[in-house]
T-cell receptor, first 114, second 114 residues
Framework: DAMVIQNPRYQVTQFGKPVTLSCSQT?????MYWYQQKSSQAPKLLFH???????NEADTPDNFQSRRPNTSFCFLDIRSPGLGDAAMYLC?????????????FGDGTRLSIL | AQSVAQPEDQVNVAEGNPLTVKCTYS??????LFWYVQYPNRGLQFLLK??????LVKGSYGFEAEFNKSQTSFHLKKPSALVSDSALYFC????????????FGTGTRLKVLA
């Protein structure tokens, strides 16, 4: 089945130690998103790609970076994680060009900071 | 600015009874509205959407939603609740015409009691 896969599902890192979360998709969707979700709150959009075009949200901390080397893969880099960055990180995809397409989500990576 | 509101943090319903999870929206232009469900430690799963057409939209797992333009509402419904429907439900709206961003409500936790 075509899907969005996030690795790892659980990640533990130390305060200040860089960490990378990955997302891959077999849907061939051209739009990819990264969200941060804390404690069953609404997902908060960090950034999204439309094809290779990167779109950063105004309130996304500089500590968060992203890379999309090709259509299938997208990475979230947290350069110096703080305790406040502990959260679930969700990757989602969407196909543009068709009105009203929903987003397809991966199962997330739960990040813990020691 | 586009916005979506879910006025209830939690909804409790007995198994077999009908359920309603409320959502109201504020958009400029035509609303693209979505419902997603999230189970513990999982990503968001698409249930249904309203783009245009019939006000009653049918989706996955027996869920449906009624679009009401005059009341700017898009309530999620199911005629007979199951214990397995217990989860976190999010309403979402497209953040403006021609954008690939979505705004999520704060979520409603549905608890179906056996």
């Amino acid at each position: 089945d075509a899907m969005v896969i996030q690795n790892p599902r659980y990640q533990v890192t130390q305060f200040g130690k860089p960490v990378t979360l990955s997302c891959s998709q077999t849907l061939n969707h051209n739009v990819m998103y990264w969200y941060q979700q804390k404690s069953s709150q609404a997902p908060k959009l960090l950034f999204h790609y439309y094809d290779k075009d990167f779109n950063n949200e105004a309130d996304t901390p500089d500590n968060f970076q992203s890379r999309r080397p090709n259509t299938s893969f997208c990475f979230l880099d947290i350069r110096s994680p703080g305790l406040g960055d502990a959260a679930m990180y969700l990757c989602a995809t969407r196909l543009s060009g068709r009105r009203g397409q929903p987003q397809h989500f991966g199962d997330g990576t739960r990040l813990s900071i020691l | 600015a586009q916005s979506v509101a879910q006025p209830e943090d939690q909804v409790n319903v007995a198994e077999g009874n009908p359920l309603t999870v409320k959502c109201t929206y504020s958009v400029s232009g035509n609303p693209y509205l979505f419902w997603y469900v999230q189970y513990p430690n999982r990503g968001l799963q698409f249930l249904l959407k309203y783009i245009t057409g019939d006000n009653l939209v049918k989706g996955s797992y027996g869920f449906e939603a009624e679009f009401n333009k005059s009341q700017t509402s898009f309530h999620l419904k199911k005629p007979s609740a199951l214990v397995s429907d217990s989860a976190l439900y999010f309403c979402a709206v497209r953040d403006g015409a021609g954008t690939y961003k979505y705004i999520f409500g704060t979520g409603t936790r549905l608890k179906v009691l056996a």
